[in-house]
Nanobody, 116 residues
Framework: QVQLVESGGGLVQAGESLNLSCTGS????????MGWYRQAPGKQRELVAV???????TYADSVKGRFTISGDYARKVVSLQMNSLKPEDTAVYYC??????????WGQGTQVTVSS
């Protein structure tokens, strides 16, 4: 049962931009936090950015000023605008939506590759 669908990954050159989007299915309820995480080869999954239902945002230091997260809780859509991409941003990016009961829903991941 697919609950989160991601799109927007791809191969770009350093300095270019990508926009990731993630949509939750109707079976997902009472989401109060949405975010993006990433995992590079040989590394642990790390937080990239999160946005709460109150529109509070948190970013990893490495992406501050370059990435912008936005969320539409009514439609269960979270997006990540990534500008000035660097080779070190290369990773599989995962969407996560968390319910008010602290149940986490994860997307299948989308590959972002930045060439130098």
């Amino acid at each position: 049962q697919v609950q989160l669908v991601e799109s927007g990954g791809g191969l770009v050159q350093a300095g270019e931009s990508l926009n990731l989007s993630c949509t939750g299915s109707g079976s997902i309820r009472s989401i109060n936090t949405m975010g993006w995480y990433r995992q590079a080869p040989g590394k642990q999954r790390e937080l990239v950015a999160v946005i709460t239902i109150g529109s509070s945002t948190t970013y990893a230091d490495s992406v501050k000023g370059r990435f912008t997260i936005s969320g539409d809780y009514a439609r269960k859509v979270v997006s990540l605008q990534m500008n000035s991409l660097k080779p070190e941003d290369t990773a599989v990016y995962y969407c996560k939506q968390r319910s008010k009961w602290d149940h986490d829903y994860w997307g299948q991941g989308t590959q972002v590759t930045v060439s130098s």
